[in-house]
T-cell receptor, first 115, second 114 residues
Framework: AQKITQTQPGMFVQEKEAVTLDCTYD???????LFWYKQPSSGEMIFLIY??????QNATEGRYSLNFQKARKSANLVISASQLGDSAMYFC????????????FGAGTRLTVKP | EPEVTQTPSHQVTQMGQEVILRCVPI?????FYWYRQILGQKVEFLVS????????KSEIFDDQFSVERPDGSNFTLKIRSTKLEDSAMYFC????????????FGPGTRLTVL
């Protein structure tokens, strides 16, 4: 069974600094996708970044990058140049196999950006 | 910018009653999803829908749940006989065929079962 672990319930970062949010996963399926979502206090879920298990390069989207270490089964999110608006819950998620399959979420990390 | 919409934003119901949560996915999207998030807990996948049929469902999605795409725009989640533990935020999401991994979430419907 697939499993997602986020070991940091809360993180603090100074504005303009970079921060890494940890995510490890466990699966026996060679084909899977890894996702990060942001949930601000308003409650909506915002897609940030996706990494496929067969992708050769780490995914990047603007200030977000995914540090994908396949052998270690980790998919950490790196946010560069943190902004106050980055304060939110961040969820890592994994889907095994094809689009439409069950997606499992981690427990989340609450990031607080300090001015 | 197109967005997923959900109605109502908050639904209060009595235990045992049926509820229908409504979603309007982004118009050219073909994959549809329902998730729920019990207050303070992780997001849980309920069901995915593609090509007018359920693609995958989780163990949470038992016989009390059903989904429907009654017309070309709406996507509904029905809970037949609500239980107290169904109280949660329910999110609808959709994605397009060419970028299926980028799911756009709606703002959610908060369901409170009394």
């Amino acid at each position: 069974a697939q499993k997602i672990t986020q070991t940091q319930p809360g993180m603090f970062v100074q504005e303009k600094e970079a921060v890494t949010l940890d995510c490890t996963y466990d699966t026996s399926d060679p084909s899977y996708g890894l996702f990060w979502y942001k949930q601000p206090s308003s409650g909506e879920m915002i897609f940030l970044i996706y990494q496929g298990s067969y992708d050769q390069q780490n995914a990047t989207e603007g200030r977000y990058s995914l540090n994908f270490q396949k052998a270690r089964k980790s998919a950490n999110l790196v946010i560069s140049a943190s902004q106050l608006g980055d304060s939110a819950m961040y969820f890592c998620a994994m889907r095994e196999g094809r689009v439409g399959n069950d997606m499992r979420f981690g427990a989340g990390t609450r990031l607080t950006v300090k001015p | 910018e197109p967005e997923v919409t959900q109605t109502p934003s908050h639904q209060v119901t009595q235990m045992g009653q049926e509820v229908i949560l409504r979603c309007v996915p982004i118009s050219n999207h073909l994959y549809f999803y329902w998730y729920r998030q019990i207050l303070g807990q992780k997001v849980e996948f309920l069901v995915s829908f593609y090509n007018n049929e359920i693609s995958e469902k989780s163990e949470i999605f038992d016989d009390q749940f059903s989904v429907e795409r009654p017309d070309g725009s709406n996507f509904t989640l029905k809970i037949r006989s609500t239980k107290l533990e169904d109280s949660a935020m329910y999110f609808c999401a959709s994605s397009e065929e060419h970028h299926p991994n980028e799911q756009f979430f709606g703002p959610g419907t908060r369901l409170t079962v009394l």
